[in-house]
């Protein structure tokens, strides 16, 4: 029993005071030497905001865009429409000076989208007081090159959208062209 007890006393011993060794893995001191800092995380990239102006409508709102990690982060926020589904999405031309939406081009997705220009963004519901808000977190896609500074945003009621010809109405209510974003979210 003697024997046993000597035997576990060495062996705490033993283990102590390898513990209390100044080797690398051991000593708090060392865990983040210059030699062994963690890496930083990957920074976010820069993100870009669009006011929107109405199209035949008083809609008003502001569109938030935004990369981090393996995320495009759209955040929509709309007032002044009527209760109902629209969706959301991004066009090619940075230009919103045509009075049905023309101008901002063709639907534009990123290389890689999984998904048309025209689904890539969930639909966004409006409440009775005509307000809507949408977050979507898209895996896989990116801003593209030059970012969403060369893009604008188009508001379309209802879940389809019509192709946009010049001089002809369409179910565009709102148009916005992206800027480098002020505020964070």
């Not at 808000?133 to 990116?142: D, I, M």
């Not at 604008?152 to 369409?170: F, T």
């Amino acid at each position: 029993m003697i024997h046993v007890r000597s035997t576990l006393v060495m062996i705490a011993i033993a283990l102590l005071a390898s513990a209390c060794s100044t080797t690398p893995s051991w000593d708090p001191r060392r865990w983040f030497s210059r030699d062994e800092t963690p890496a930083a995380a990957p920074r976010e990239m820069p993100g870009a905001e669009a006011r929107l102006r109405g199209i035949g409508s008083a809609a008003n709102g502001l569109v938030r865009v935004r990369e981090t990690a393996d995320l495009l982060i759209v955040q929509v926020e709309m007032a002044g429409v009527t209760t109902g589904t629209y969706r959301v999405v991004f066009h090619e031309t940075p230009n919103c000076s045509s009075p049905n939406g023309f101008s901002a081009g063709a639907p534009w997705a990123s290389p890689g989208a999984r998904t048309s220009a025209a689904q890539l963004i969930p639909l966004m519901n409006v409440n009775t007081e005509g307000r809507g808000e949408l977050v979507a977190r898209l895996r896989g896609v990116r801003m593209g090159d030059g970012g969403m500074l060369n893009r604008s945003v188009l508001i379309y009621e209802g879940a389809a959208i019509e192709p946009v010809k010049p001089s002809v109405p369409n179910n565009v209510v709102a148009c916005g062209v992206f800027v480098k974003a002020t505020s964070l979210f």
